[in-house]
Nanobody, 123 residues
Framework: QVHLVESGGGLVQAGGSLRLSCAAS????????MGWFRQAPGNERDFVAA???????HITDSVKGRFTISRDNAKDTVYLQMNSLKPGDTAVYYC?????????????????WGQGTQVTVSS
């Protein structure tokens, strides 16, 4: 497992942008599938975006064109750039990692999780 620490959340007005960062510990970060999930109050933890070790990405439809995932293996960090934010994007955002590839992107597919960072988008 890797240890994950998110940062970059906060309060932003609708239409604004935020960049979340997730710093990972562990020598094999560059081999991991990295993902972002979010959870709003009363809801399940939903998939947002993922990037494989080779750089392939998968983005959920509701944020496609607004959110971008990237990773810097030299810094053991994965990012989520969020643009054109909407009040519906308000949630706690979690970074996740898996040593195995998955094409289902369920939360259960990821074994390592960060503590989460709050993103609040005001209207």
């Amino acid at each position: 497992q890797v240890h994950l620490v998110e940062s970059g959340g906060g309060l932003v007005q609708a239409g604004g942008s935020l960049r979340l960062s997730c710093a990972a510990s562990g020598r094999t970060f560059d081999t991991y599938l990295m993902g972002w999930f979010r959870q709003a109050p009363g809801n399940e933890r939903d998939f947002v975006a993922a990037m494989t070790r080779t750089g392939s990405t998968h983005i959920t439809d509701s944020v496609k064109g607004r959110f971008t995932i990237s990773r810097d293996n030299a810094k053991d960090t994965v990012y989520l750039q969020m643009n054109s934010l909407k009040p519906g994007d308000t949630a706690v955002y979690y970074c996740a990692a898996s040593p195995y590839y998955t094409d289902t992107y369920r939360a259960a597919d990821f074994g390592s999780w960060g503590q989460g960072t709050q993103v609040t988008v005001s209207s």
